[in-house]
């Protein structure tokens, strides 16, 4: 469809009624990465979704809730082009999503123009919420977690750190993030290193690591890379040489962690979900999502699937159906649950994510490597809007 015919139907879309409120089908956009190198992130969510409406029921408010799932490879012109298609051609109510942060950026004008909540479900630069007024979040940023990772590592001995991040939006998030807060605390960041986030070979800048010689080594890579940075890790021998390795959680991602081995045994890290949670609520996920896919366990982007879900659900019975998306969004902002990852909410302000984030050591329970929690910052909203609010 040309670009001209696609801003012509959702101009006249933006001015009707919405079509799908007359109707008794809610149609939910999902779109995400089934293959390719974010293929792990497109699968989790998917069957978090899978398992939520298996235990929910299909039908909210008096409506069915028809889920419809579109594969855009992590590619962004396609994730635009088929969210062009999910307003234009199916109606959709939602759309939903986004395994990384160009995607969600991508289909951010198409949710303004339409006025159709966009429910990023994995994505994690902060500024994602910003592009729209009618986009929210059920995942997490990625200062999140680096500030309370690199407070923890200045107060636990670590002085001298070298960071490493994938060159895109939430990696610069989270080395800013952490080297901000890490010089405040009083700490030194040696060397700031990036990588492409396709594809990347670790070998030159994890030379440049071992010439260094800093006390950690602060990474953040998107989950399903982070086993190919360790395997690099341990072949360069850097995981002998005295360099701790700190992370954020989505190094250490429980869908792989048993996969790379013990040379994460003692991996301390920081994010917003691990499988190890110790509450009745995440015993059950837990359970109901390894019985519905053959064992897998979930992660956390299989949560922010999850959690996303009870959103679009709790959003359409607040409204009783209606599917008016400024009526939506005004029943999303300041909404407040109990999830597998502990209490979260969703900042009326900024609709983003609220939530605790844990600090982890990677352990075995149980014959298996998991993260193991054992300090909770609680309540915590995304820190760079925060501070822009100073």
Do not use: C
Not at 301 to 320: E, F, P, Q, S
Request: proline share 5%; net charge positive; charged share 20%.
């Amino acid at each position: 469809m040309l670009r001209r015919d696609v801003t012509a139907a959702l101009a006249a879309l933006a001015l009707a009624p919405s079509v799908a409120s007359a109707q008794d089908t809610v149609k939910v956009g999902l779109i995400l990465p089934m293959t390719g190198q974010q293929a792990s992130t497109g699968k989790q969510i998917d069957a978090a979704v899978k398992l939520y409406q298996a235990q929910n029921g299909t039908t909210v408010a008096g409506k069915k809730v028809e889920v419809i799932l579109k594969d855009d490879t992590s590619v962004p012109d396609v994730t635009k082009r088929l969210a062009q298609e999910l307003v234009v051609n199916d109606k959709v109510a939602f759309l939903a999503g986004f395994g990384i942060t160009p995607s969600a950026f991508a289909t951010a004008p198409i949710a303004t123009q339409a006025k159709v909540p966009e429910i990023v479900m994995a994505a994690g630069t902060s500024s994602i919420t910003e592009a729209s007024p009618y986009i929210a979040r059920t995942s997490f940023t990625l200062a999140q977690s680096s500030v309370p990772m690199a407070q923890w590592a200045y107060k636990n001995g670590i002085k001298k750190v070298v960071t490493l991040v994938s060159d895109y939006g939430p990696g610069i998030d989270a080395e800013k993030s952490f080297s901000e807060t890490f010089k405040g605390e009083g700490g030194t960041i040696v060397e700031n290193l990036r990588v492409p986030m396709r594809s990347p070979d670790f070998s030159p800048v994890l030379q440049k690591v071992a010439d260094a010689r800093p006390d950690a080594l602060f990474v953040f890579v998107p989950s399903g890379t982070g086993a190919q940075f360790v395997k690099q890790f341990v072949e360069r021998g850097l995981d002998k040489s005295g360099v701790k390795l700190i992370a954020t959680g989505d190094v250490t991602d429980d869908d792989q962690l048993n996969g790379m081995g013990d040379v994460m045994v003692g991996v301390i890290n920081a994010h917003n979900y691990s499988a190890n949670h110790d509450s009745a609520v995440n015993r059950a996920f837990v359970a109901a999502f390894k019985k519905a896919n053959n064992g897998m366990r979930p992660n956390f982007m299989a949560v922010g699937g999850y959690d996303g879900m009870h959103l679009i659900y709790a959003a359409l019975k607040k409204t009783n159906g209606n599917t008016d998306g400024d009526k939506l969004m005004a029943a999303i902002k300041g909404m407040a649950w109990e999830s597998p990852r502990g209490p979260i909410s969703i900042d009326p302000q900024t609709r983003d994510i609220v939530q605790n984030i844990y600090i982890r050591k990677v352990g075995k329970v149980d014959g298996e490597l998991y993260n193991v929690e054992f300090e909770t910052i609680p309540n915590v909203k995304d820190p760079v809007k925060a501070a822009k609010k100073k």
